[in-house]
């Protein structure tokens, strides 16, 4: 007759502790991995927090500076870039269709007249937060004539889904004859 052998004495509080060991580094590794990638998307996208803060009263938009209405759409700077102007309120942005060129440095400056609302122009890494009392800018450029559209990516309450816009890139010779007659320029219809 053999002896019945005896299970090792901490047989279960050793196995228990290994797999907590494993689950420990299982979440540092996920950690880890995470920061790389929010690091990796920061860097590769060029998603930086903005330089410097600007101010602005988003109760007297409509009465002067910046952001009056005749002021709104695409300028055609001294030297040769473009700065487009946009005021997004509830439940649209002004101007509703923007004009743009291709090949040409482009600033957007944004802001809102009410609350919190999202500038997001699809298919490319243009993407702001307008919150009142403050401008958003941000520099782009376009390569591809094109029509894209310009959702409201924040909820910003009722009306939010309905809340969106539309960007018309054309080419940089018919922008700048379009911007010999006007002054500001918009593809709103
Ligand atoms: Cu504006 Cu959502």
Request: proline fraction near 6%.
């Amino acid at each position: 007759m053999t002896e019945p052998v005896a299970p090792p004495y901490d047989h279960g509080a050793g196995q228990s502790e290994r797999a907590e060991h494993r689950w420990a580094t299982a979440a540092i590794v996920i950690l880890v991995l995470l920061v790389v990638l929010a690091t990796f998307a920061a860097v590769h996208w060029a998603a930086m927090p903005q330089a410097r803060v600007e101010i602005v009263d988003p109760l007297t938009l409509h009465l002067g500076g910046e952001f009056i209405e005749s002021n709104l759409g695409s300028a055609i700077e001294p030297d040769g870039s473009v700065t487009v102007r946009v005021v997004g309120q509830q439940y649209s942005f002004t101007p509703s269709c923007i004009l743009v060129p291709t090949d040409t440095p482009i600033t957007f400056r944004a802001t809102s007249s009410d609350v919190v609302h999202g500038f997001l122009i699809d298919g490319t890494n243009v993407n702001l937060m307008l919150v009142p009392g403050y401008v958003s800018s941000l520099r782009a450029r376009f390569e591809e004539p094109g029509e894209r559209l310009m959702p409201c990516h924040e909820f910003c309450s009722v009306g939010h889904e309905g809340m969106w816009g539309r960007v018309k890139i054309i080419d940089k010779a018919a922008f700048t004859r379009l911007a010999a007659d006007q002054r500001r320029l918009n593809c709103v219809e």
